[in-house]
């Protein structure tokens, strides 16, 4: 996405607010050192991330523990479909900004 490790104003692509985002890394980063991903992912593919808000981000590493969410929500497109994380996005959508 481009989006430095700062903080940057612009919308969310988890609950579409306008507000400032943090870099969510697909593949946390807790997990780029172990060998299993160090084999099977470049350097490129790991740093890989979303621009997501506080909340978003919080609601994603509250639901899912750092290992599912490496081998099982590992592109937008899968955490947007995910229920559990999509029902946190739709109550993150409706509550004020800031």
């Avoid at 599912?68 to 947007?80: P, Q, S, T, V």
């Amino acid at each position: 996405m481009g989006l430095k490790r700062q903080e940057t104003f612009s919308t969310c692509v988890c609950c579409g607010r306008t507000t400032y985002l943090t870099f969510h890394h697909l593949i946390p980063r807790t997990l780029h050192k172990r060998k299993a991903f160090k084999k099977h992912y470049s350097r490129e593919v790991l740093n890989q991330g979303i621009a997501v808000c506080r909340p978003c981000h919080t609601g994603i590493h509250t639901a899912y523990e750092e290992m599912y969410l490496a081998k099982h929500l590992y592109r937008l497109e899968i955490i947007l479909a995910d229920q559990t994380l999509n029902t946190h996005f739709k109550w993150v959508a409706k509550q004020k900004v800031g």
